[in-house]
């Protein structure tokens, strides 16, 4: 028996007179709309007003600390980061009873779906920030934290969560942003576990498999990795959203913004300046899945 030989080697890509032409005419492009944009708004432009609340120097230590765009920047990585964890055990619990053998979970499951996928998301955030999480937090308690008690006024909740007494606001947009991500994360996992082929059920099934095992040992190692790149996606696609919790007043790089802009009056830099914070931001967690999706292509081989 002969081992399989390794794939050969992806030969260097060379730039051909249609690349060169084709970023010849991307250049003439932006440099044409810098020249529009310069010429007929006759603004005044003026960066240093605007980086100025990226970082700031600090009057009684004299080190520089983050300045609002910055701050805004942090809680949306926060948001990115919880609202991924808890968007992702909710998909794969609905994606799971969307594919399971009770009916009501298949119905719960499907109703969840569909009502979120089919009402705009500024409905959803409004609806569920003023009739539900105003009722159901002060009903759990959630107003009456102690925000002077060691587990919260600490570094570690701070660097987590944010600021303490800003805390319940954080969580509303938390819990809203993740189960609006969560609809389709159901979606992409069922259709990932679907994608398996039924002798792969009857296989494991023959052998004695609970259904249980095998998800876990069959069906799911192969579904994970078709449903990398749609997650992948979805995941990026959650920090853009993140920018609608803005309108609940959650302080994240969006709400941030649109004060800073205010302030200063300089429209034009502070949202170019907070695309480019965007950018890197969905660059970086791009990046990071891709790495992941072509380590779980070598693992396949």
Not at 154 to 179: H, K, M, Q, Y
Request: with cysteine; aromatic share 14%; net charge positive.
């Amino acid at each position: 028996m002969t081992r399989r030989a390794p794939p050969p080697p992806k030969l260097p890509r060379r730039l051909t007179v249609l690349d060169m032409a084709l970023f010849g005419l991307v250049l003439a492009a932006l440099v044409f709309v810098a020249w529009r944009v310069n010429s007929v708004l006759v603004y005044n432009w003026d960066w240093s007003r605007v980086l100025g609340f990226v970082a700031r120097i600090d009057a009684e230590t004299g080190q520089w600390v983050s300045n609002l765009l910055l701050q805004g920047l942090f809680t949306t990585i926060r948001l990115a980061f919880w609202g991924t964890i808890l968007a992702a055990i909710i998909g794969l619990v609905m994606g799971y009873w969307r594919t399971c053998d009770t009916l009501a979970l298949r119905i719960l499951s499907r109703t969840y779906v569909e009502l979120i996928r089919n009402i705009p998301p500024l409905v959803f955030i409004f609806i569920f920030y003023f009739f539900i999480s105003s009722q159901l937090f002060p009903a759990l308690g959630m107003d009456n934290i102690d925000r002077n008690s060691p587990w919260v006024d600490n570094a570690f909740f701070r660097f987590a969560f944010g600021e303490p007494a800003l805390f319940t606001n954080f969580l509303s947009g938390l819990i809203c942003l993740a189960l609006f991500e969560a609809a389709y994360i159901t979606e992409i996992v069922r259709a990932g576990i679907q994608s398996i082929d039924k002798g792969q059920w009857e296989a494991g099934r023959a052998i004695g498999l609970s259904r249980s095992n095998l998800l876990r040992d069959i069906i799911f190692p192969q579904a994970i990795r078709k449903i990398l790149p749609p997650l992948a996606g979805q995941f990026i696609t959650l920090i853009k959203d993140s920018a609608i919790i803005s309108l609940i007043s959650v302080q994240e790089l969006t709400f941030l913004a649109t004060e800073v802009a205010a302030t200063t009056g300089k429209t034009f830099e502070t949202w170019i300046l907070v695309a480019a914070m965007y950018f890197a931001l969905c660059y970086l967690f791009a990046f990071v899945f891709a790495r992941l999706e072509r380590r779980a292509g070598r693992s396949t081989r």
